[in-house]
């Protein structure tokens, strides 16, 4: 997929340069073509001021007089995203107001300009052609749903603008997108699911059922976590999928096999509370040992009504909820600066859970956009392609203010980060963290070397 | 698990599916049959009743049967009364063009979605059943509400039969059904009918939805299935026939979940959604549809 | 001509050809002038607009000009999206065949599923269409291994060529959707004021009187929503190949009512309506959604207004009170 962006005419960072007084600068290229040129005509009708008469243009006009750094930030405020979207952006303000209380990134402020997606690839890709040319951001940053980062990635390296994304998805290290795409700020499904395997056959069992969203979210769990349990010298005995429409899983309940040891869940979505109820109701005490993915249970009070089930179970989390008898530091920072209590919920109202296995991510990012800034000199967005680079070598992340989650390093090939996941269980109404994994138990073989592919 | 034990399983499921859908389509079916318009916002209606009832039962929280009563009133009350709003000031003044009516619908629809997205919230919220009560069957155990809901909705059924043919209200609403203009003669209020009859059928999409919340949960795109599944009920049931619609409620309820235990579950929703179809396709007046739409 | 008595909609006079020509045409000039003044962000959106505005065109052949009220369209767009982008990911066909290739593969949806919705009519029409896009959509889903379901893919940027040029270049971009769009804004023209498209108006407006006088209704229908999912196809081919990404959402009922609503909202049964309405139903999110988190809220509370006073769409409204001409 290299190959081909080699043989564009070289304009496009020239047109980026300029202080354009129009704010009709962008990144495009554009070959060179007789008659008049697309480029010419607008610096003409720009120095009339023609173009910034019109409704619509008038309040982007000083793009670049003022100086601060702009991100632009991808949230679903609407959609199905939205429970995260809203966690994501408190995350996200909150990191941003310790960067700017800290002298902001290369002294100048950073000002994020939010734009919701609606969680839908299309309006993804163009709130990220927003940014790019019109919002004239740096850089765009903080999608979580993968078909909303792959709907977009295109459009960003096309448009080359530097698009981070805290996705948890495998899309950037296999090698699907672009140079531009990052995901410095959480490891990914694969990594994750790879590093649960072990402990699950240790300690759970070794026969499992998989019960997962038949998308591809669900496929990449039923992929290489039954690849990594073979490895263990366990067995994935039955695998169902659960079609993308369903609001009631009951009937699937039977077709799990009754020698099953574990049973390994990964619901998204509204319907999960209905499922974890049900499943309940299907096998009262006699269950088999339950692991799942708190992805089901992001922004959800796990004292629900109907969760009590859930009692004695585990849990895989990005970052742990509760505050921990071992809380860091750093993590008791974080919480703090985000407005997180103990319990994991919003400080003002208690039943405003947060999503706090995956909103980190947000806070990791930009706190590594913010060292990849100064370590480039970043400008503006001439230096595009530097900040890139200078992402890309990084490494050791270690634990801190700005990595409360824990330690990570960074592959800049794959541009895909690696860090320590967590098992807790479910006791009475607390999540206990048990397990904590090594980073290295998350490796896999590169899919991809990105920095191949011409900036 | 054996097939026999399974297939109750399936079957029940299937019922409890029926049961709500029945109750809801129903809605749709009136609106439909009397109005003549498609009511693209029967899926909202039934997402507010659904938050409605957490609202309800959250304000309450005194025991959950107390909440779930007083949501089993309020909720239809409050979605009816945004109905006759939404008749009256919009759906009226398009004299009922089926056309303009999907469109104004579609606003209603994000209208609604979107207030209840910023007062009420992005997530997923439980409302607690009446009684949680779990009957265990040699086989698998069984939510005692879920038998429940099958039981309320029969009652709710016979409920609207009898509203329909036995009082002056539903005698009205037939005679509005069989021949607008005819009706008006006959010095019937068309206009108040209609209003009437709109908040009745978004009212039962309510009381479906506060059957339902207990079961799964209210969220604010809860809405988009109950519409599409209602709208294939009323076209299969046969248009304008109630009868028809329940009827279809109940094969598609039960064969919903009775597919799933044959097929894998993605390809068992592929075959049900072809089985419309065709079912359609071969009597396009609906399964119980006396003439041609 | 024997049916033009049948057709109701349009005056007895006969039409300025020479006015009409010139207005579409010179929509097509304005938009080539439109590539040299625009800033970025806008000549991008217009691009993707102008495609989308293809989807809309087909639609408004279905349900503008012979009445077929379709809620499945959708499917025809995610036929011509998945063609062009599964043969650009597995058999490594570049644009021009990935594209001709996702417009038969619309063509050969509305030859199956199209003939036999069409045994139907009126709502029966409506639902049958849905549940075919319905089961299309979680066709998409079931062959995941290859379609990645509702992640989707990334089309590969060496299949992005047209004749050597990079589809991702923006003048290009631009230029193709524009070719596409005059294609197909033209052809809609020329069908609307063919003996075919008269036929279907006469269909719209009384399909037992067409039959009567012996117009095989069936066949016309056919034809006209064949015609109509090619020109979703190819919007669906060309939005894959243009912008880079297949996924399951642009299956989604969604994306079924979405051209019903432009087209509504332009003018349903006019040439240039469902452009209208694709410009104005994408600046009115757009806009909207800079000043307020709550854009769906103005969104539903402007159609309900539009429709209002509005009731046949914009266009539909303009040439009922000024334009009887406006075809």
């Not at chain 2, 209020?189 to 009859?197: E, F, H, I, L």
Request: contains cysteine.
């Amino acid at each position: 997929m290299t190959t081909f962006k080699d043989r564009r005419p070289a304009g496009g960072k020239a047109n980026t340069t300029g202080a354009d007084t129009t704010g009709l600068k962008g990144a495009d290229t554009k070959p060179a073509k007789s008659g008049p040129s697309r480029r010419g005509v607008l610096a003409g009708l720009g120095a009339a001021g023609a173009l910034t008469a019109m409704p619509g243009f008038v309040r982007y006009s000083q793009a670049q007089s003022a100086e601060p750094i702009k991100i632009g930030f991808q949230v679903h405020r609407t959609g199905i995203g939205a429970a995260y979207g809203r966690w994501y952006d408190r995350t996200t303000m909150a990191a941003t107001k310790l960067i700017n209380d800290a002298g902001g990134i290369n002294g100048r402020p950073v000002e994020i300009i939010a734009e919701d997606d609606g969680t839908d690839p299309k309006r993804g890709a163009e709130v990220v052609e927003k940014f790019a040319t019109q919002h004239g951001c740096d850089i765009a940053f903080g999608t979580l749903f993968s078909h909303v980062v792959i709907g977009s990635a295109p459009r960003a390296g096309e448009l080359k603008i530097p698009y981070f994304v805290v996705s948890e998805g495998h899309h950037v290290a296999s090698g699907m997108l672009n140079r531009y795409t990052l995901q410095p700020g959480i490891t990914d499904v694969k990594s994750q699911v790879i590093a649960m395997a072990p402990w699950v056959s240790d300690n759970l069992g070794k026969k499992v059922t998989m019960i997962f969203p038949d998308f591809a979210f669900g496929h990449n769990h039923r992929d290489f976590f039954t690849e990594a349990m073979a490895a263990q010298g366990g067995e994935v005995i039955e695998q169902i999928a659960i079609p993308p429409t369903e609001s009631s899983f009951f009937k699937y309940f039977p077709k799990i096999p009754s020698e099953t040891e574990v049973l390994y869940h990964v619901m998204v979505g509204p319907g999960v509370l209905t499922f974890v109820k049900e499943m309940g109701e299907f096998y009262g005490s006699n269950r088999p040992e339950i692991f799942g993915f708190i992805d089901s249970l992001e922004a959800v009070d796990i004292t629900s009504p109907g969760l009590e089930f859930l009692d004695g179970t585990y849990l895989w989390e990005g970052n742990p909820r509760q505050a921990q008898a071992d809380q860091s530091e750093h993590d008791k920072f974080y919480r703090e600066a985000v407005g997180v209590d103990a319990r994991g919920a919003s400080v003002d109202d208690p039943k405003d859970v947060s999503t706090y296995a995956h909103m980190f991510g947000c806070w990791e990012t930009l706190n590594i956009v913010k060292v990849g800034m100064e370590a480039c000199g970043y400008s503006g967005t001439k230096d595009r392609g530097a900040l890139i680079e200078a992402v890309e070598a990084m490494k050791d992340m270690p634990e801190s203010r700005a990595h409360p989650q824990g330690a990570k390093v960074f592959n800049g090939k794959t541009h895909q980060v690696f860090g320590h996941q967590f098992i807790s269980q479910v006791q009475g109404a607390d999540l206990v963290k048990v397990h904590t994994t090594p980073i290295e138990a998350g490796y896999y073989e590169d899919e991809v070397d990105y920095t191949t592919q011409p900036l | 698990m054996d097939f026999g034990p399974y297939f109750l399983l399936a079957s029940l499921e299937g019922a409890v599916g029926a049961a709500v859908l029945a109750v809801t389509a129903l809605g749709l079916s009136l609106v439909f049959g009397v109005m003549r318009i498609v009511n693209v916002a029967h899926g909202e209606f039934f997402m507010l009743g659904a938050v409605i009832a957490w609202w309800v039962a959250s304000l309450i929280g005194i025991h959950p049967a107390v909440g779930f009563l007083a949501a089993l009133v309020v909720s239809p009350l409050v979605v009816g009364s945004v109905a006759i709003l939404a008749e009256r000031t919009v759906l009226s003044r398009l004299h009922y063009d089926p056309e303009a009516t999907i469109v104004a619908t579609i606003g209603m629809l994000y209208v609604i979605q979107q207030a209840v997205l910023m007062t009420y919230g992005p997530e997923a919220r439980p409302v607690q059943p009446p009684f949680d009560f779990r009957i265990q069957l040699p086989w698998f155990g069984y939510s005692a509400y879920k038998l429940f809901v099958i039981l309320a909705a029969v009652v709710l059924l016979l409920a609207v039969w009898w509203g329909l043919t036995r009082t002056r209200l539903g005698l009205m609403m037939r005679a509005t059904q069989i021949d607008r203009e005819t009706a008006r003669a006959f010095a019937i209020p068309v206009d108040r009918v209609y209003a009437g009859v709109f908040a009745v059928g978004a009212a039962l999409a309510a009381l479906g939805a506060v059957l339902v919340v207990p079961v799964q949960q209210a969220h604010y795109l809860m809405g988009h299935d109950p519409l599409l599944l209602s709208f294939i009920t009323v076209i299969i049931g046969g248009l304008g026939s109630l009868r028809g619609t329940v009827l279809a409620a109940v094969i598609i309820g039960m064969s919903d979940g009775i597919i799933s235990v044959f097929f894998s579950p993605t390809l068992a929703k592929i075959i049900a959604t072809l089985a419309v179809a065709m079912v359609l396709v071969a009597r396009p007046q609906g399964l119980f549809g006396e003439r041609a739409p | 001509m024997s049916e033009s008595t049948a057709v109701l909609s349009t005056p007895p006079a006969a039409p300025p050809t020479a006015r009409i020509l010139g207005l579409h045409l010179g929509v097509l000039a304005v938009l080539f002038a439109l590539h040299f003044v625009l800033p970025d962000y806008h000549h991008i959106s217009l691009s993707r607009i102008m495609v989308l505005a293809c989807f809309a065109m087909g639609y408004n052949l279905a349900f503008g000009y012979s009445g077929l009220l379709s809620l499945g369209h959708a499917m025809f767009f995610a036929a011509g999206l998945y063609a062009a982008g599964l043969v650009a990911q597995f058999a490594d066909i570049a644009a021009p065949g990935g594209f001709l290739i996702g417009v038969a593969a619309a063509a050969l949806v509305a030859l199956t599923l199209g003939a036999i919705a069409l045994r139907t009519g009126g709502v029966s029409f409506m639902i049958v269409t849905l549940m075919f896009a319905q089961a299309v959509f979680l066709i998409i889903y079931y062959f995941g291994t290859y379609t990645r379901g509702d992640e989707g893919f990334v089309v590969p940027d060496a299949m992005r060529v047209l004749l050597g040029l990079d589809l991702a270049d923006p003048t290009v971009r631009y230029m193709t959707a524009l070719a596409l769009f005059a294609a197909c804004l033209m052809g809609s023209l020329a069908l609307a004021r063919s003996n075919l498209g008269r036929v279907l108006i006469a269909i719209r407006e009384n399909e037992d009187r067409a039959r009567m006088l012996g117009y095989d209704v069936y066949r016309y229908k056919l034809t006209a929503l064949t015609l109509s999912a090619v020109m979703a196809g190819a919007a669906g081919a060309a939005y894959g190949l243009l912008f880079g990404y297949v996924g399951a959402s642009f299956a989604s009922i969604q994306y079924s009512i979405y051209p019903l609503l432009w087209v509504l909202m332009g003018g349903a049964g006019t040439v240039l309506g469902p452009f209208l309405g694709t410009v104005l139903m994408f600046y009115l999110v757009d806009l909207t959604s800079a000043a307020t988190t709550a854009y769906l809220l103005v969104v539903g509370l402007v159609l309900i207004a539009l429709i209002l006073f509005f009731p046949k769409g914009i266009l539909g409204t303009v040439r009922e009170r000024y334009l009887p001409w406006l075809p």
